[in-house]
Structure formats: structure tokens, C-alpha cells
């Protein structure tokens, strides 16, 4: 199928939804994509695997970044697309298909913004870290990714939001002695003193700290907890699996640190982390695009890819028309006109005047 990136954004949203991608069956998609960037004149466009980058190449004094996933979580009787009032229905519609099309619009209706833009539109976000195909650029090709700012397109409500947490998952061990469940005095229960464990999940207050002006809100919790032996065996282990999220003032480092400390006495082994990302919205370019957007901001709860642009020394935010609670629903969908008022803001900051990063 075509898609018509000069079409109304909402029916561009609509076409890009009606493509079932999910993650792993971008391809289809993908083509669609790249074949209507090709069209276009004032772009380059480089295809990578089921990933797609289309920049501008105006020899501007800044380039930014415009990205967003071309996958889906899987089908849940929520295709084909649907309007409603102001409302339309679909998987993706809100994480993140109606971002994508705001960014296919400006990329193809911009064709002298006042910054050189980078489009980036890739696959298997939703799925293992492994498989990211933003992960794969910043590996592979980090010269496309390379910029002064970037905006991911993630559901945000309109909003700005800055930077994201980490994340970290550790497995934290009771330990005690096997004996027969007849005679239990012999051994030590290995359930029963995780109740400890359980005890500092319970007591543990969220930290709130605020970076750059923005509020995080922390959190420690319980996830998974597996022990047991038979049905007639004390148990001389039980592991309980805690996820921390926090706030960009830590590095992975100091969140391992904490979540080691306040476990003491137990057994602690990480088992995956992803760094967080700093809030990046007192950067010139950022800052510019807080103006010239005039969106509110507040603070990223949770992980997004903006930690990959970090890693790369890429500011970046957050910035799409989808609800974020709605992501990844049966029910999922994105208010209309919100997806035609962030396609004007960001109209506006690209084509307005640009900021210069020192």
C-alpha cells in the first residue's frame, strides 16, 4: 500500500495503523515508509534492516532528531481503525502511530526548515533490548543519529517530557536449610525469611527527587518471588525479584549501590539495568523547543529510548499526541485534535528561528 504523507494527519495516522506491524513485522510497513520518503526530494533516506532514517541536508549550523517505532504490541481484536467523535481507535494509534505521522508530515512538508532534520523510524521497540532497532543504529550507525537535540515521538498528552528513569531488576535471595516438611524444627524455612525482604518492599518510602527542575517519583517493588522444593520439603531458598526505578540523578552504578544497601544481609545479584536520561531541557536547542512549542513540561515516569540519544550525547525529550495510560489497551486511542496540534508546534519550531548549540 501507498502511504500519502501530504494527506490530513489524522488520515495519515489512520493508513499507518491499518498496517499491521507488529513487533518483528515491520517490514511491510517499513517499505510503505520508506517508499513514500523516497518521493520526497529534499530528503536522503537510508533503509537498515526494517528501520528507516530520512534527513535533510541544508548545511544548517544545527540538526535535530525526530524518531519513533514503527511497531506495535500485539492484536487484540483492535483492527482495522476506527473514528469516534473525536477520538480514533487502534492498536498504535496512541504508542506511537500517531507520532510517526506527525514526523512523516513534517518531513515531507517542510522542505526548508531552519535546522536540518533527521527522521528516524525503526523497529522492535516493544520487544527485548536485542532485537531495538534504535539500539542497532546507535550501534551500527551512530552517524545517524547524530544531532544537537532530539524529540521522540513518544505518547506524552501533549506534553513535554523531559529525559526518563532508569531501570534496574535485581534478584534478592533468602536463604535457609532443607529438611522434611515432618520435621520442620531441623531445617530453616527459606520462604518464611523472605518475609523480611518483603518487610523493607513494605516499608520503603518513594524518593522524589527533582533534576533540572522536573520531579521524578521512585519506586521499589516486588515482581516476581519463586521458592519451593516439593510438597513435603522445607525449602532452603526463595528469591524474590525487585524492580527499582530511578530518577536521572543516579547512574546505574549508584542504583545497584542502593538496592545492594538496602538489602544488606541478603544475597543481591543484578540481573538487567538501563541507564536513565537527564531531563536535557535547559540545553539551547531544547530550550528552544520549549519555547517555540509553548508545551508544558513535566518529568518522563519511566524508560524510553531517549536514554539511547543520551548515551550518545543527544539531549532529548519526549514529545507525541498519544495518552501514555492508553498505550498497549484493547481500548487504545488518541484525542484528534491533539494530533493535529502537535503537528503545528512542531511546524512551528522548525520553522522558526533556530538556536544555535555552543
Known sequence: MGLDLFSHVTDLTAAIVDVESVSGGERALADAVEEALRAVPHLEVVR??????????????????????????????????????????GCG????????????????????????????????????AERNGLRKLAAD????????????????GGLIEGGCQGTLRAEVTAEGE??????????????HSAGRILDVLRAYEPTRPVVDGLEYHEGLNAVFISGGVAGNVIPDECVVTVNYRFA????????????????????????????????????????????????????????TDVAR?????????????????????????????LI???ERRMRTWLEGPATVAP
Open 248 to 303: 536521572p540523578d543516579k547512574s546505574v552504578a549508584d542504583a545497584e549501590e542502593y538496592v545492594r544497601g538496602i538489602f544488606a544481609g541478603f544475597p543481591v545479584k543484578i540481573t538487567d539495568s538501563a541507564a536513565a536520561a537527564r531531563p536535557g531541557v535547559t540545553h539551547p536547542a531544547a530550550a528552544a523547543f520549549v519555547a517555540a512549542s509553548g508545551a508544558g513540561v513535566r518529568a518522563k515516569l519511566g524508560w
Open 93 to 128: 494509534t496512541t504508542d506511537m502511530k500517531s507520532g510517526v505521522a506527525v514526523a512523516l508530515r513534517l518531513a515531507a512538508t517542510v522542505p526548508e526548515p531552519t535546522r536540518d532534520v533527521t527522521y528516524v523510524f525503526y523497529d522492535c521497540e516493544e520487544i527485548e
Open 48 to 89: 537498515d534492516g526494517n528501520s528507516v532514517v530520512a534527513r535533510t541536508g541544508l548545511g544548517r549550523a544545527e540538526r535535530v532528531v525526530l524518531a519513533g517505532h514503527l511497531d506495535t504490541v500485539p492484536l487484540n481484536g483492535n483492527l482495522p481503525s476506527r473514528v469516534e467523535g473525536d477520538r480514533l481507535y
Open 178 to 191: 532443607r529438611a522434611h516438611s515432618a520435621r520442620a524444627w531441623m531445617g530453616s524455612n527459606a520462604i
Open 340 to 342: 493535529a496540534d502537535c
Open 309 to 337: 540519544f543520551a548515551e550518545l550525547g543527544v539531549p532529548a525529550v519526549n514529545y507525541g499526541p498519544g495518552e501514555p495510560t492508553l498505550a498497549h489497551t484493547k481500548d487504545e486511542y488518541v484525542e484528534i485534535p
Open 141 to 156: 550507525r551512530p552517524d545517524l543519529l547524530a544531532g544537537d537535540f532530539a524529540v521522540l515521538m513518544e505518547p506524552t
